[in-house]
């Protein structure tokens, strides 16, 4: 008796084949902050704006990323345009079926508003991820108002912005500035009897880095135990205006790289121009059995921590020089 005996030849090799299985990735998005005018009595620019949360990662999809730099100051002499909102920061997950993940540059500041000195001067900060600061006097009616927030949840991760302060009154009458907005707080007005600037808005708390990583890679602004990200710059007065926690620049000074922090106010037609904005930064938290690889970089530097944070691995990006955007594309496997 014969039997016959099949033997098939279709078997497949299943060794190797890539695992696209979903994770879950902490997040953290900071635009740049906004930059400040040389218009007498100006006010702070705007912290860049935040998104923070929990986002699905697709193993084996590029997204395309970018960390936005900072808004730049007049560019001076005198009384000259060139004052700009931070630039965004972005995660593209559209190649994966999902967002795309903007936080949105914080706002420029203003100063003395209306048209004399042949120009027409903005009225209000600029909005913004949070917005830039008002300004102004009191005495000519040029004062102005801050700049609104224009950072939205994008779902599932929560948006972070606040508006500038608003220029209301001094006594006597003299040329200041309001607060820029911090992602944790609005700027703070000018309705005092002492002249002095307005303080920037406090930034926003996050614990997706220890205070010890961001003081190593010169990351967000470490106060006591915590790390705050996007701070609104002062603005300038008889006496300065102090910066945001978050890297909000104090009144006649730039915000802080790698915060996201709004420039401080200028000096009225300073000859030098007006002051920048910090750059954002992109922090993403992924489980230890992953592996980021980033391509196509141009202007973005990649800081990973593998050991401080147990059972999970931390990419850090970052601009690799103030006033250039970084750009780049990560891939997870």
């Known amino acids: 008796e014969f ?51 929990t986002l699905s990662i697709t193993p084996g999809t590029g997204y395309s990323i970018q960390v936005g730099a900072g808004g730049t100051g007049s560019t001076g002499p005198g009384y000259t345009t060139g004052y700009t909102n931070g630039a965004n ?140 990200y996007s701070g609104g710059g002062g603005g300038k007065g008889t006496s300065a205006g102090t910066g945001g926690l978050g890297g909000g620049g104090n009144s006649s000074s730039n915000g802080t790289a790698a915060t996201g922090g709004g420039g401080g106010g200028a000096t009225c037609g300073n000859s030098g121009g007006g002051h920048t904005g910090g750059s954002g930064v992109l922090i993403i938290k992924y489980p230890d059995t992953k592996t980021c690889t980033l391509s196509s970089a141009s202007g973005l530097t990649e800081i990973v921590d593998t050991t401080s944070i147990s059972n999970f691995k931390v990419s850090m990006f970052k601009v690799t020089s103030e006033g250039t955007n970084g750009t780049g594309t990560i891939t997870f496997s």
Not at 27 to 52: D, F, K, P
Not at 143 to 169: H, K
Not at 175 to 202: C, E, F, K, R
């Open 3 to 53: 039997r016959r005996v099949l033997f098939r030849s279709d078997w497949k090799n299943f060794v190797n084949t890539p695992d696209t299985t979903p994770f879950n990735t902490d997040v953290l998005i900071v635009a740049g902050g906004g930059g400040t005018t040389t218009l007498c009595g100006s006010g702070g620019g705007g912290g860049g704006g935040i998104l923070s949360g």
């Open 89 to 228: 920061s972005f995660l593209d997950a559209s190649g994966a079926g999902g967002n795309t993940f903007t936080a949105n540059g914080g706002g420029y500041s203003a100063g003395a508003g209306g048209s004399f000195d042949g120009g027409v001067w903005p009225t209000s900060g600029n909005a913004g991820g949070s917005g830039g600061g008002g300004g102004g006097y009191q005495g000519n009616g040029s004062n102005t108002t801050g700049g609104a927030s224009t950072q939205p949840n994008i779902s599932p991760l929560t948006g972070y912005g606040q508006a500038g302060g608003s220029m209301v009154t001094t006594s006597p009458a003299d040329y200041v500035g309001a607060g820029g907005g911090g992602a944790g707080g609005v700027g703070q007005d000018v309705n005092n009897s002492n002249n002095a600037g307005g303080n920037g808005g406090v930034g926003h708390i996050s614990t997706i880095i220890t205070t010890t990583m961001a003081s190593a890679n010169s990351i967000g602004e470490v106060s006591g135990s915590d790390v705050y």
